[in-house]
Structures are given as structure tokens and as C-alpha cells.
């Protein structure tokens, strides 16, 4: 063997043929690993299919930026394009859903519920929100009436207007009135003095009103008697010299008798004194008589007539054409008598009643055809059944309009 041989020998393995390698052979045959590994017909058109590496745009698909991804992460599911609508009607859009409320389109119905007895105002400083305010509030915020301009009635006003009257007439009717002083130093409550009223529904209201004038240190009450029923009026304590207004509320007494007026008053240190005293009516109307003189009147048993009481005063309230008048309210006590006359006389004008009952008879007489400035009336009585004294316990003259 040549030494050619030799080392040909020497390069072939023990059981070696001679192997040809096939042109083409099985996948199946392959072993695959990590590194090493078939791709199928439907991976091939899958990769194939995929975008490009660039980023997407609005005209061509591509890999999502992160600029994108964080807006897609900012939208809610389900999220839609929508468009916020105009208003119409009592709300209005005036642009990027800003809504505005129209004029007139705020009814009462509309506004918060307010407390009774409030109104929409302000009277906190400065510029702010409406507030609820009460009257009071509201009152605070309206000036007082002047001469010169309009507002709310000032509480001294006020009296001025209530002492005027509500009947009809800015006169009220004075029925009592005194300027005699009457002391007392008494502890408890002392009479001072007595008179009497005739009530008259028709002609004044049912509250009088008291104006005393008193000094010292003390209290006054006034009251009124029917006979069966008594009203009274207190001042509160006082000190000085001064001046109280009381009421006397008379609509429980019985109507068109004579009431007993009594005037009292108590010290709480020395001397109290009522210097002064009126009371006056109300009048119902413009035609209530006023009163121009009073008094207690004298006594008779005679069958003759007797002057029981006079009066003089001003014919203020003559008729136009010169014609007018006077009542007289008589309260007459017959005593044991059955019967009587009672007369007033002015001037040449006379009218005499017969009266058959004690208590107060209302008598009408003319003025004279020619009146004077100055007048005067008598009232005179005569018994005329029976026997004994009649008296005239009070009388009252009005003027008729």
C-alpha cells in the first residue's frame, strides 16, 4: 500500500460508505431550537400585514405615539364627541356653555320662600345679596314726613292727629271743663271732685278723652257711673308739674242718662293738686252739637215757674241763613211729684216740656229771628202733679247745627 493510500485509509471512518446527500428532504427531519425555528405560511402574511415602524398619522397607519397614548389614556370609556346645545326660553347660552338668565324670566314662584310680614331689601352696608327685612327694618329705612317732603308718620304726629277725633270733625266736643284748683295730702285715694255727664251714642264716640294738669307727688283716677255700672281711669305715679291724657272707655255705660263723674287723687309725698281738667268727646259727624255750657241746677216746689239754671254764650254755629238752635239735656229728679214742666227760654223764643219720669228730657229751642252777639238761655221748672221739690240735678246746652 502506498504510503498515499496509507493516509486515505488512515481519513476514513470504520464502516464508512460512500454517502450522497439528497437534493431536498422532509422538514419533518429538522430539529428546531432557540435559535432555530420554521415560520408558517399565516405568521409570514401576518408579519407581512403589520404597519410600518413609523408613527401613525392622520393619513397613514403607523405605531401609536406617546403624545397619543396619553390622550387615549385620558378618555373615559365610552366616551362621545358631544356638543353642548344653545338655550332658549327663561335660560339663554351666550357661547362655550355659559348660560345666562333672560330678562323678566324670574317669577315670585321662582324666588326662595320669604318669612310673613318681609320684604326683599337690604340694609347691611355696602353692596351685597338681598336680605329679608322685617317692617321695623323696612320703617328704619324710611325718613320721617317733613313739610317738604313725603315719609312715615312721626310718633308726634301721631298724637297730634289722635287728639283731633275720627268722627267727622277736627273739633272734638268738650264736655267738662274746670280750671278750680282741688288739693289733698291724703294717703289714700280722696275725693276731689264731683259733676255728671249725659251720654249721647248719636253724637260722640264711646272713648273720652282726659287731660289733666296736676302738680305734687301722687296719682288721679277719674270715673264714670251709670248707677249700675262703673269705668275708671289711673294715672301711673308722677312727680312735678305736668300733664297726663287718659281714656274712658264709655260704650258699657247705659246710653242717654247721666253719668257721676268723680275726680280723685292720692299723695305719696305732701301735696297733690288737679289744677286743670277737660274731658272731651269725639264726634261722630260733622253735625254732633257741641256743648257750650253745664251745670247742677237749682230746686222747686212751686206751681209757678222757677228759674232752675242760666246760661250765656256765643251763637258760633249759627245756620247761614241766621237759623239754628239749641238742645237742652235736662236730668230731672221729680222726687215725690208726678208731674212737671220744664222751660228754656232765648230771647223771644220759648219751648216748654212736660216731664211725667225723673231722668233726662231732651228739649229743642229756636234761636231768636234776630239774633244777638251774645245770648242767653233760662231754664225754669214748676211742678204740675202731685207735690213735693223737683229738681234739676244736671243740664247740658249744645249747640244745634
Not at 356638543?83 to 339663554?92: K, L, N, Q, R
Not at 317733613?146 to 268722627?167: F, P, R, V
Not at 260722640?204 to 251709670?226: H, I, K
Not at 277737660?278 to 230746686?299: Q, R
Request: net charge negative.
Amino acid at each position: 500500500m502506498s504510503a498515499t493510500d496509507k493516509i486515505k485509509l488512515d481519513g476514513i471512518d470504520i464502516d464508512a460508505n460512500k454517502y450522497v446527500h439528497p437534493s431536498d428532504h422532509p422538514a419533518t427531519m429538522i430539529t428546531e431550537d432557540a435559535d432555530h425555528r420554521f415560520v408558517t405560511d399565516d405568521e409570514k402574511t401576518a408579519w407581512n400585514a403589520k404597519a410600518e415602524t413609523d408613527v401613525a398619522t392622520l393619513t397613514e397607519d403607523g405605531l401609536m405615539s406617546y403624545a397619543d397614548k396619553v390622550k387615549m389614556d385620558g378618555i373615559e370609556a365610552e366616551a362621545n364627541k358631544y356638543a353642548h346645545p344653545d338655550h332658549s326660553g327663561d335660560v339663554t347660552s351666550t357661547g362655550d356653555g355659559v348660560t345666562v338668565i333672560g330678562d323678566n324670566k324670574v317669577s315670585n314662584a321662582k324666588l326662595a320662600d320669604m318669612a310673613t310680614q318681609t320684604v326683599k331689601g337690604r340694609v347691611s352696608a355696602g353692596a351685597g345679596d338681598p336680605e329679608d327685612l322685617t317692617v321695623i327694618q323696612l320703617a328704619g329705612m324710611i325718613p320721617v314726613a317733613t313739610q317738604a317732603g313725603k315719609g312715615l308718620m312721626s310718633a308726634e304726629d301721631k298724637t297730634k292727629l289722635d287728639a283731633l277725633g275720627s268722627g267727622g270733625s277736627s273739633v272734638m266736643l268738650t264736655l267738662v271743663h274746670t280750671t278750680i284748683p282741688s288739693s289733698t295730702t291724703a294717703t289714700a285715694y280722696e275725693v276731689l271732685a264731683t259733676g255728671q255727664i249725659v251720654g249721647r251714642s248719636d253724637w260722640y264716640m264711646p272713648e273720652l278723652s282726659v287731660l289733666l294738669r296736676r302738680s305734687g307727688s301722687g296719682q288721679v283716677r277719674l270715673s264714670l257711673s251709670d248707677g249700675t255700672t262703673t269705668i275708671t281711669a289711673e294715672t301711673s305715679v308722677f312727680a312735678g308739674v305736668g300733664t297726663n291724657k287718659l281714656t274712658l272707655d264709655t260704650s258699657t255705660l247705659i246710653d242717654g242718662v247721666a253719668w257721676d263723674l268723680t275726680v280723685e287723687a292720692l299723695s305719696t309725698t305732701g301735696t297733690v293738686t288737679v289744677d286743670r281738667l277737660k274731658i272731651m268727646a269725639d264726634p261722630v259727624n260733622e253735625f254732633a252739637p257741641p256743648l257750650v255750657g253745664s251745670g247742677t241746677g237749682n230746686s222747686t216746689n212751686s206751681t209757678s215757674w222757677a228759674e232752675l239754671g242760666t246760661s250765656t254764650f256765643l251763637p258760633t254755629w249759627l245756620d247761614v241763613d241766621g237759623r239754628g238752635g239749641v238742645i237742652l239735656l235736662a236730668d230731672v229728679d221729680l222726687g215725690t211729684a208726678t208731674g212737671a214742666d220744664i222751660r228754656i227760654t232765648i230771647g223771644t223764643e220759648s219751648v216748654t216740656q212736660a216731664v211725667a219720669f225723673s231722668g233726662v228730657v231732651e228739649i229743642h229751642c229756636p234761636f231768636p229771628s234776630v239774633p244777638s252777639a251774645i245770648m242767653s238761655a233760662k231754664i225754669e221748672g214748676k211742678v204740675t202733679g202731685g207735690s213735693g221739690t223737683i229738681a234739676l240735678s244736671h243740664w247740658q246746652l249744645h249747640i244745634e247745627k
